[in-house]
């Protein structure tokens, strides 16, 4: 896998994307998956109403500091949010490593949602926070620089050319992760996707306010430290495809 490509494709960025056109669709697939579990159920019932982050409850007079702080149950230092948990095995494993980080996780899934919850149910974590619903009215109400990382990791790559545009890296979302993080914040992208990467590349390479981290090779075939994996990476690798993780300083 190469960060980069010299197809044709490279002039798709511009073609399929445009700054200010409103959303068509949403950047999620499907609602719901199997039925849960009892457990899963019980927990998504009891747990969810208090976890849950209603984007209309983000009062810009109760920010009026710019921190998000408040939203957990006790003082954090930093916020950061994932866009899309999946089965929310990272947010969990980064929710646990760090307890005195917040965490905002956005995702539509309801499997996902139910997951989640009953993993943080049965840990007793008190540093996280869930939307599930389309990331981007959330997004929209948070107050500036206010959070020290954004994480997408292994978003549906729309690989249809006609679905692109539902991708969710676009400028529109680009303009909106610029806002929210702070300088010296970061973005975290990963993907098995050869395409979306390259993809992802063109678009935060030419945008001024981001500088790709990256100084070698292995600086985007390895993961993270501290990364768990998670089921979609497992998935990938075992078809074989090839995981990339990039992050992107905002300067």
């Known amino acids: 896998m190469h960060p980069m490509t010299n197809s044709a494709d490279n002039n798709d960025a511009q073609s399929q994307t445009n700054r200010h056109s409103p959303r068509e669709a949403a950047f999620y697939g499907r609602r719901k998956g199997k039925p849960l579990r009892a457990a899963q159920a019980g927990h998504l019932a009891e747990s969810l109403p208090r976890l849950s982050l209603d984007p209309a409850s983000l009062d810009p007079a109760a920010l009026a500091d710019g921190s998000l702080a408040?939203?957990?149950?006790?003082?954090?230092?930093?916020?950061?949010?994932?866009?899309?948990?999946?089965?929310?095995?990272?947010?969990?494993?980064?929710?646990?490593?760090?307890?005195?980080?917040?965490?905002?996780?956005?995702?539509?899934?309801?499997?996902?949602l139910a997951k989640?919850?009953?993993?943080?149910?049965?840990?007793?974590?008190?540093?996280?926070r869930v939307h599930g619903d389309d990331v981007v009215p959330l997004l929209d109400r948070m107050p500036d620089h206010s959070l020290d990382r954004i994480d997408l990791l292994y978003p549906d790559p729309w690989p249809k050319r006609r679905h692109w545009k539902r991708r969710f890296v676009q400028p529109d979302n680009i303009d909106r992760i610029a806002r929210l993080l702070m300088p010296g914040g970061r973005f975290r992208f990963a993907t098995d996707i050869?395409?979306?990467?390259a993809w992802t590349l063109r678009h935060m390479l030419s945008d001024e306010r981001f500088e790709w981290t990256a100084q070698r090779a292995d600086d985007w075939r390895r993961p993270w430290?501290?990364?768990?994996?998670?089921?979609y990476e497992a998935k990938a690798l075992r078809a074989g495809r090839v995981p990339g993780y990039y992050e992107f300083l905002r300067i």
Do not use: C, K, M
């Open 225 to 231: 430290q501290g990364w768990p994996g998670t089921r």
């Open 194 to 197: 050869e395409h979306y990467a």
């Open 70 to 112: 408040a939203l957990f149950a006790h003082p954090v230092r930093a916020v950061r949010l994932e866009i899309g948990f999946g089965g929310g095995e990272h947010l969990f494993s980064e929710a646990q490593r760090h307890p005195d980080i917040g965490y905002i996780g956005a995702e539509a899934f309801l499997n996902g």
């Open 116 to 128: 989640l919850t009953t993993a943080l149910a049965e840990a007793g974590l008190g540093n996280v």
